[in-house]
């Protein structure tokens, strides 16, 4: 794991444990193209790398920081993360020329063949899967207004205010809408 750290040689590891500190722009995990965030910062980190027999376990933690936008107001949203790596490798015996089961069901786990192991994509997932689904600057983000569009977080707008009977009537919220339908259905 030297000179690419997220190369794990085999044989080095049957000599005992790897250990492996990160320190790498993001550009090497192939975070400089995530749509909606922007990775400025290293990925840093540790990885432990332990031979059992022919499976081979990658175990430790990867940290960076990211830069999103709010879905509500379109400010800036900084976000920490820090992803928990247990990784599962198991030697691939397989025939060359038999086709993969693609419609097989259960876990996913890795394998390998040959004496390395390429993680850089799996790690890349694993810290991807930390990033928020809805980016939000704050919990109490006021948003941008519907009639001007001014970020409502800054101040009111100069829009003028609705009276009560104009008001819109909210949105219902989705995951509750498609609940409430199901309730509904009858099934004789």
């Not at 000599?15 to 995530?34: F, M, R, W, Y």
């Amino acid at each position: 794991m030297a000179d690419n750290p997220f190369r794990i040689d085999i044989q080095r590891v049957s000599q005992g444990t790897a250990k492996q500190d990160i320190k790498v722009p993001p550009e090497e995990l192939g975070l400089d193209d995530v749509e909606g965030f922007t990775f400025e910062n290293e990925v840093t980190g540790n990885l432990m790398v332990v031979l059992s027999g022919d499976d081979v376990f990658v175990t430790g933690t990867l940290k960076t920081t990211a830069t999103g936008k709010c879905v509500c107001c379109l400010g800036p949203v900084h976000c920490d993360l820090r992803a928990n790596i247990g990784l599962p490798y198991v030697k691939d015996e397989r025939d060359a020329d038999l086709p993969l089961d693609e419609t097989a069901k259960g876990p996913v786990i890795d394998s390998y063949s040959g004496n390395t192991i390429e993680a850089a994509e799996q790690l890349r997932g694993v810290l991807l899967l930390e990033l928020p689904d809805v980016p939000r600057c704050s919990a109490d983000c006021k948003g941008l207004c519907p009639s001007c569009g001014a970020n409502l977080n800054e101040g009111a707008c100069a829009c003028e205010p609705k009276d009560q009977d104009e008001e819109e009537e909210p949105m219902p919220d989705p995951a509750n809408t498609w609940k409430d339908k199901l309730k509904q259905i009858k099934i004789d």
